[in-house]
Antibody, heavy 122, light 110 residues
Framework: EVHLVQSGAEVKKPGESLKISCQGSGYSFTSHWIGWVRQMPGKGLEWMGNIYPGDSDTRYSPSFQGQVTISADKSINTAYLQWSSLKASDTGIYYC???????????????WGQGTLVTVTS | QSALTQPASVSGSPGQSITVSCTGTSSDIGGYDYVSWYQQHPGKAPKLLIYDVSNRPSGVSNRFSGSKSANTASLTISGLQAEDEANYYCSSYRTGNTVLFGGGTKLTVL
């Protein structure tokens, strides 16, 4: 069975850095894209970007380009989302999901990780 | 990037059918058959219900169906059950290698 397991909740101060993780199992991690999706408190879903762990090819949403960094370590089947300087507005739940792409197009996300709650507060 | 447009809420009684709409543009829903739908119960991760407009993954009830006409996609849930009460999100590829989600629709089962 395909599983994505994310790292635990984080509480950080504005200006701090953070790296959260997403470990895949039950499938060929290097052969499928992984996407990251943000859900701010009480709000909807926003696509942040995708990475192909096989060669670390990465695509970002224009809304998140330059704001976060997506990376992967294929030796341990893990993808990462990181911030160099957090803001209070980064508070939210961050989901990773296996991303199905074909012909240069991201088509859908399945399955999803359980989510990582990031709280940024002074 | 503007989100796809969904009604904030819909409701229905057990056994009834409801439809959730998702409106975009010719650069996303109207231009590609890459619409997907997700169900999210409170405090849980989203779950894929429909992909490529109208296809159901293995394990998803056939009470869920999807369709598309021009720039609007629709999710229909037939034979409403209490467990269907959740938030529903549409998603589509948009020209320029972007993925859009709708704002979400809260389904209340009366």
């Amino acid at each position: 069975e395909v599983h994505l397991v994310q790292s635990g909740a984080e509480v950080k101060k504005p200006g701090e850095s953070l790296k959260i993780s997403c470990q895949g199992s039950g499938y060929s991690f290097t052969s499928h894209w992984i996407g990251w999706v943000r859900q701010m408190p009480g709000k909807g879903l926003e696509w942040m970007g995708n990475i192909y762990p096989g060669d670390s090819d990465t695509r970002y949403s224009p809304s998140f380009q330059g704001q976060v960094t997506i990376s992967a370590d294929k030796s341990i089947n893990t993808a990462y989302l990181q911030w160099s300087s957090l803001k209070a507005s980064d508070t939210g739940i961050y989901y990773c999901a296996r991303s199905v792409r074909c012909c240069g197009v991201t088509k859908w996300f399945d399955p999803w990780g359980q989510g990582t709650l990031v709280t940024v507060t002074s | 990037q503007s989100a796809l447009t969904q009604p904030a809420s819909v409701s229905g009684s057990p056994g009834q059918s409801i439809t959730v709409s998702c409106t975009g543009t010719s650069s996303d829903i109207g231009g590609y058959d890459y619409v997907s739908w997700y169900q999210q119960h409170p405090g849980k991760a989203p779950k894929l219900l429909i992909y490529d407009v109208s296809n159901r993954p293995s394990g998803v009830s056939n009470r869920f169906s999807g369709s598309k006409s021009a720039n609007t996609a629709s999710l229909t849930i037939s034979g409403l059950q209490a467990e269907d009460e959740a938030n529903y999100y549409c998603s589509s590829y948009r020209t320029g290698n972007t993925v859009l989600f709708g704002g979400g629709t809260k389904l209340t089962v009366l």
